[in-house]
T-cell receptor
Framework: GAGVSQSPSNKVTEKGKDVELRCDPI?????LYWYRQSLGQGLEFLIY????????KSGLPSDRFSAERTGGSVSTLTIQRTQQEDSAVYLC?????????????FGPGTRLTVL | QKEVEQNSGPLSVPEGAIASLNCTYS??????FFWYRQYSGKSPELIMS????GDKEDGRFTAQLNKASQYVSLLIRDSQPSDSATYLC???????????FGRGTSLIVHP
């Protein structure tokens, strides 16, 4: 079946603009995660959703970042008033559940460049 | 601070050799361990997971887990140039559903 999809694949924006990044998880997966990866850096956890439970927002770096997940499926990550340090690849992953043994499958990512 | 440590490399091996990638973790209560491969400019791709002490084999890949020593390894037999990538170790610490990722080891397999 289809894997995790993300759009857009690339986004170039000007400093101060808002951006929305979209993630469509694997069908039937209840857990969804957002990460970001800066050039040459590791994966930085941002936020995770499990079913209809309140999301774990502990990784969001500032209140300019927010995310929602509608109908337990598609998720949108919004960055307001973008800054140059927000430039990174934003990765979405999903897993069947949010259990310790559940494997995560990543989407292709959105490369965000803030000029 | 719960951590997952990997040597950044690069680890350079000749084609056909065994590549050994290591990962150590700080939380003794960690329960599940994952290896991902990430080609340059691409997203991480799951290679395999391991949960119990010992070896787990899948094709040319073998994951080895030693919970007493708090390390997990990935062996790649008969390494190919196409194996050249960054390998990420991820660990689910006790009580967490959010895996902690290491920063990855860069592997170069030269012909």
């Amino acid at each position: 079946g289809a894997g995790v999809s993300q759009s857009p694949s690339n986004k170039v924006t000007e400093k101060g603009k808002d951006v929305e990044l979209r993630c469509d998880p694997i069908s039937g997966h209840t857990a969804l995660y957002w990460y970001r990866q800066s050039l040459g850096q590791g994966l930085e956890f941002l936020i995770y959703f499990q079913g209809n439970s309140a999301p774990d927002k502990s990784g969001l770096p500032s209140d300019r970042f927010s995310a929602e997940r509608t109908g337990g499926s598609v998720s949108t990550l919004t960055i307001q008033r973008t800054q140059q340090e927000d430039s990174a690849v934003y990765l979405c992953a999903s897993s069947l559940r949010a259990g310790v043994y559940d494997e995560q499958f990543f989407g292709p990512g959105t490369r965000l460049t803030v000029l | 601070q719960k951590e997952v440590e990997q040597n950044s490399g690069p680890l350079s091996v000749p084609e056909g050799a065994i590549a050994s990638l290591n990962c150590t973790y700080s939380d003794r209560g960690s329960q599940s361990f994952f290896w991902y491969r990430q080609y340059s400019g691409k997203s991480p791709e799951l290679i395999m997971s391991i949960y119990s002490n010992g070896d787990k084999e899948d094709g040319r890949f073998t994951a080895q887990l030693n919970k007493a020593s708090q390390y997990v390894s990935l062996l790649i037999r008969d390494s190919q140039p196409s194996d050249s990538a960054t390998y990420l170790c991820a660990v689910n610490m006790w009580g967490s559903y959010i895996p902690t990722f290491g920063r990855g080891t860069s592997l170069i397999v030269h012909p």
